[in-house]
């Protein structure tokens, strides 16, 4: 640790439980942050000013206005410019601490790609807004033995807690046992329910002290619960978790999400749009920009990373990778028929 980071951190430093030893630990420290939507902006942040050695973050998803009132690392222009989230995170993050190394990857999270992009770090966080990505990073890291952060927030309600494989119980053990610990539900989204950024605040704060802990070289610090709250009524809960001795996951090891089998081909997103996973093709862009432009499709914009077009009534995002999104539907028939109309079957 040089002058510079001394100074940087010294008010960290000064506290007691992290102190000089802690914060050389911090910047030699690695993590993968995956999402980079409320929660994970709100994490990255103050991982990367807590001195953080090195994030890599993986989001699929771009930004848009909507985002701005609770992902606190975007701002309008990236919101104009359609940016991929971690292309917008990384840059911003750089100009917030440069000794920190991020790593901004636009990739969905799957289960062929899982392994290589999650192994090789000693924590993983989350970041995510859907279950079905969740349990992937639940199978991956009870898979590799890897210590993950589970983290949701919906409305003015908020949840986390720290898995570590073997020790604790992992998210299948939440949500798959059968008993009501008070989660978010699956099919509760934040663009159906809304989400106060308070909540956002509150929960990511507490994922981002349990992070610090353990690449502090504190795990002992770590308080092993699930946590929840809702800042709204001002009600918070911290309950232990029992491992469940059947659990498909941990104990029977059966990883139906690593192994693809509990992931479709088509996701209804939850604010009336389609998410079509096409992942086996590469599409050029450039040349698919200017075969819109001649057609019917308007508004065509596109960057390095996405596409856009309307068919009013529908908008839809094209990835690099085959992956697209469509929205102003919430029918996969309709999805499929437009995909295969304007990008090929």
Not at 194 to 221: D, Q
Not at 234 to 241: H, L, M, N, T
Not at 324 to 341: C, E, F, N, Q
Request: glycine content about 8%; charged content about 25%.
């Amino acid at each position: 640790m040089n002058q510079e980071q001394r100074e940087k951190h010294s008010r960290q430093i000064l506290f007691s439980e992290i102190g000089e030893e802690g914060q050389k630990k911090l910047l030699g420290s690695k993590a993968v942050l995956v999402g980079c939507g409320a929660l994970g902006t709100a994490v990255a942040n103050l991982l990367v000013r807590a001195g953080v050695g090195r994030l890599r973050i993986i989001d699929r998803d771009f930004v848009e206005p909507s985002n701005l009132q609770r992902q606190t690392l975007f701002d309008e222009a990236d919101a104009r410019e359609a940016l991929p989230k971690a292309v917008a995170a990384e840059r911003h993050l750089r100009a917030i601490n440069s000794d920190v190394q991020v790593e901004g990857i636009v990739a969905d999270l799957t289960p062929k790609n899982a392994a290589e992009l999650l192994s090789g770090f000693p924590l993983i966080l989350d970041g995510t807004d859907n279950f079905e990505t969740r349990l992937l990073v639940n199978d991956a890291c009870v898979s590799l033995g890897i210590p993950w952060i589970y983290a949701a927030v919906v409305a003015s309600y908020g949840v986390t807690m720290t898995i570590f494989p073997g020790k604790t119980a992992c998210l299948a053990c939440l949500l798959e046992s059968g008993e009501e610990f008070g989660t978010i539900g699956a099919e509760t989204t934040c663009d159906t329910a809304g989400v106060l950024n308070p909540a956002v605040g509150v929960v990511s704060s507490i994922e981002a002290a349990e992070a610090i802990k353990f690449l502090a070289g504190r795990p002992e610090a770590m308080h092993g619960r699930l946590v929840s709250c809702d800042v709204w009524s001002g009600k918070f809960q911290s309950i232990r978790v029992a491992r469940n001795p059947e659990c498909r996951c941990c104990a029977r090891r059966e990883f139906s999400y690593l192994s693809g089998e509990s992931q479709p081909h088509i996701t209804l997103c939850g604010r009336d749009s389609v998410q079509i996973h096409e992942r086996s093709r590469r599409l050029d862009l450039g040349a698919l920009a200017g075969r819109l432009s001649a057609a019917s499709a308007a508004e065509v914009r596109s960057n390095d990373f996405l596409l856009r077009f309307r068919v009013p009534p529908y908008e839809m995002t094209v990835f690099a990778d085959g992956r697209a999104l469509i929205k102003g539907t919430k029918d996969p028939a309709v999805a499929r028929s437009l995909y295969a109309r304007y990008i090929g079957a």
